[in-house]
């Protein structure tokens, strides 16, 4: 089982700030299959980045996915207030797949 | 537009069995595959299984394998859950999924596993 570890566990800022949210597995994911998704409290999460950079349908811009091997990143741009939430990364490219355990963006 | 509803969810006794149902719309369901996703209270989300779009290939996570079944009836465009042997560790708001990857979630059918 391959094994997704996010940091840091939570990040607090302001509105208008950067976030930078890494993903790193326990191997190298071949054929960069890592999503990520945003969870917020009694919502349905919603897919983000898939392929690890490529945006899901109707995401805005300000959300961007990097990353290849075993190191990933999710950048959020200029954060609006509808951006604080839960974030989990995603592996889907093996048997089974995985999540990493999330790193919560809160208002500072 | 995408919807995929989740109902079956209920409150069982450790030991039981439980069926989710996910009723699928606005795509066309025989080509996806589709998962089921679930969180526990104040945990993270836990992938339970998928299954491919014939029904062909199935795969569990080792915590429900042997316990839960996925299956799909693609001309009802219906996804399922069997889940035996319920466990309290089972607790846990149930999601189905759409796509590989998942992309399109519903809003869940919460389980609760307690005597």
């Known amino acids: 089982e391959i094994v997704l570890t996010q940091s840091p566990g939570t990040l607090s800022l302001s509105p208008g700030e950067r976030a930078t949210l890494a993903c790193r597995a326990s191997?190298?994911?071949?054929?960069?299959?890592l999503a990520w998704h945003q969870h917020k409290p009694g919502q349905a999460p919603r897919l983000l980045i898939f392929?690890?950079?490529t945006r899901a349908t109707g995401i805005p811009d300000r959300f961007t996915g990097s990353g290849s091997g075993a190191d990933f990143t999710l950048t959020i741009n200029r954060l609006e207030p509808e951006d604080f939430a839960v974030y989990y990364c995603?592996?889907?490219?093996?048997?089974?797949?995985?999540f990493g355990q999330g790193t919560k963006v809160e208002i500072k | 537009q995408v919807q995929v509803v989740e109902s079956g969810g209920d409150l069982v006794k450790p030991g039981g069995s439980l069926r989710l149902s996910c009723a699928a719309s606005?795509?066309?369901?025989?080509?996806?595959?589709m998962s089921w996703i679930r969180q526990a209270p104040g945990k993270g989300l836990e992938w339970i299984s998928y299954?491919?779009?014939?029904?062909?290939?199935?795969d569990y996570a080792a915590s429900v394998q042997g316990r839960f079944t996925i299956s799909r009836d693609n001309a009802k465009n219906s996804l399922y859950l069997q889940m035996n042997s319920l466990r309290v560790e089972d607790t846990a708001v149930y999601y189905c999924?759409?796509?590989?990857?998942?992309?399109?979630w519903g809003q869940g059918s919460r389980v609760i596993v307690s005597s």
């Open positions: 999924v759409k796509g590989y990857p998942p992309e399109s």
């Open positions: 606005g795509f066309i369901f025989k080509d996806y595959y």
């Open positions: 299954i491919s779009s014939s029904g062909s290939t199935k």
């Open positions: 191997q190298n994911l071949t054929n960069t299959y």
């Open positions: 392929g690890a950079s």
């Open positions: 995603q592996q889907y490219g093996r048997a089974s797949w995985t």
